[in-house]
């Protein structure tokens, strides 16, 4: 409060979240503190302001929008993020009866691992209570979503989504991966898979690239965020 003459004020209006404003003459007002990452306390004879954390361990990186895109490459992995998470929306591949797969990069994407035992994998899904599971402890990729004998549609409105996870790809461990997504198959039926892998080996991972198994990614949104530890 600046040194002007408190005439005696009202303080009912001045509660929990309220500092008081000082003015050229009279009472001062009472103002509302919002949150805008400041903490405010007391000190002696004054108040402090510190900055707060507001969410930030949370960051939108980079989005990317396929158009009959031969593959969505996302670089630049570090250990500023403990997990990485990649959301798919609206994804279509340029020819029915594609499978989406992904590989990963140790040179930030000058390169893509797809030797033929660079993965393993595992995946299960469902679709009108039939429920189907699938695995690869050596392969060339990881099969993120659809599968053998339930591939994903290309047909008007057969659009897919789902979101991976991306687990510490910078620590000299396996990088592993959880995926979680909804597509309707070839047939037309919704089908709900849970797909999981591993890159098997210690060197760190620092980009990532999805791809379909033949063709093209057609249409589709991919947004990359990072979360910190």
């Known amino acids: 409060m600046t040194q002007n003459f408190w005439n ?7 509660g929990d979240g309220k500092i008081l404003i000082g003015q050229t003459g009279g009472s001062p007002i009472p103002a509302n503190i919002l949150g805008c ?3 405010v306390t007391n000190g002696a004879n004054s108040i402090s302001l510190d900055t707060i954390s507001t969410g930030n361990d949370f960051v ?3 989005s990317q929008t396929a158009s009959a895109s031969t593959f969505i490459d996302f670089t630049g992995l570090s250990s500023t993020y403990q997990m990485y998470i990649v959301e798919m929306s609206d994804m279509q591949p340029g020819t029915n009866g594609r499978i989406l797969y992904m590989r990963t990069s140790t040179n930030n994407g000058s390169s893509y691992d797809a030797g033929a035992s660079d ?3 595992n995946n299960i899904g469902s679709d009108l209570g039939s429920v189907r599971s699938g695995a690869d402890s050596i392969d060339s990729k990881i099969e993120i979503l ?3 004998n339930d591939e994903l549609g290309a047909d008007p409105n057969e659009t897919h ?3 991976v996870w991306i687990f510490n790809p910078s620590s000299l461990s396996y990088t592993r991966l959880i995926g979680i997504g909804e597509y309707l198959t070839t047939s037309g039926n919704s089908f709900l898979m849970i797909s999981g892998g591993q890159r098997k ?3 760190a991972v620092n980009a990532v690239r999805f791809i379909m198994s033949s063709g093209t990614i057609d249409s589709g949104v991919f947004t990359l965020y990072g979360a910190k530890a």
């Open 37 to 39: 990452g400041i903490n």
């Open 8 to 14: 005696a004020p009202t303080l009912k209006d001045a």
């Open 60 to 62: 939108k990186i980079s």
């Open 201 to 203: 080996s210690t060197t």
């Open 161 to 163: 989504s789902q979101t």
């Open 119 to 121: 993965y393993s994998w």
């Open 146 to 148: 659809g599968r053998t």
